[in-house]
């Protein structure tokens, strides 16, 4: 059974830093790639940044570039986001997700998805 | 433009069908995914590719597209299905999510 377990949430004053883990179980983590997904209270969903699966590629929403930080340990089965200069508008619950990417050659169109989520952890930024 | 937008609401008479929407460009290269997220719970993917359901997901959830729409039907809406709907794709390395369509079964 896939499982995503995120942790580190709580709450940090404006400027201050947190990291958030996902621990990951059920599959071959180091086949996929892993997305921090977030979701601002009563808002909608936000992709925040995605990891390939050796960590050489990253990729970011601009609200987070250079203050945000993707990575992975692939012995570990984990997924980490290293956040600094936190700002109240960062305040959301995190999730990880599992990224999935296929090129369908037939229809030539490219499917990409979500398939696996974590239960969230929230990440609240108030002094 | 790499946006995805959703009507905000919509409603459906129990047992009716309903169709919920999402226009964007990138849907013109990407099929967009679909996601039921319920207060309180974490997303749940209900549709992928071309018309795709994962397991356990009922099949009166379809998915289509053409050009530069995707749509989500749900046939014969039962009032476990209320729930924010939201659609996904990705434009190169930017991935993508719809604002949402909240749906009432009434």
């Known amino acids: 059974e896939v499982q995503l377990v995120e942790s580190g949430g709580g709450l940090v004053q404006p400027g201050g830093s947190l990291r958030l883990s996902c621990a990951a179980s059920g599959f071959t983590f180091s086949s996929y790639w892993m997305s921090w997904v977030r979701q601002a209270p009563g808002k909608g969903l936000e992709w925040v940044a995605n990891i390939k699966q050796d960590g050489s590629e990253k990729y970011y929403v601009d609200s987070v570039k250079g203050r945000f930080t993707i990575s992975r340990d692939n012995a570990k089965n984990s997924l980490y986001l290293q956040m600094n200069s936190l700002r109240a508008e960062d305040t959301a619950v995190y999730y990880c997700?599992?990224?999935?990417?296929?090129?369908?050659?037939?229809?030539?169109?490219?499917?990409?998805?979500?398939?696996?989520w974590g239960q969230g952890t929230l990440v609240t930024v108030s002094s | 433009s790499s946006e995805l937008t959703q009507d905000p609401a919509v409603s459906v008479a129990l047992g009716q069908t309903v169709r919920i929407t999402c226009q964007g460009d990138?849907?013109?290269?990407?099929?967009a995914s679909w996601y039921q997220q319920k207060p309180g719970q974490a997303p749940v993917l209900v549709i992928y590719?071309?018309?795709n359901r994962p397991s356990g997901i009922p099949d009166r959830f379809s998915g289509s597209s053409s050009g530069n729409t995707a749509s989500l039907t749900i046939t014969g809406a039962q009032a476990e299905d209320e729930a924010d709907y939201y659609c996904?794709?990705?434009?190169?390395?930017?991935?993508?999510f719809g604002g949402g369509t909240k749906l009432t079964v009434l």
């Open positions: 990138s849907l013109r290269s990407y099929y």
């Open positions: 996904n794709s990705r434009d190169s390395s930017v991935v993508v």
């Open positions: 590719g071309k018309n």
């Open positions: 997700a599992r990224d999935v990417s296929i090129n369908d050659f037939w229809s030539g169109y490219y499917m990409y998805y979500f398939d696996y």
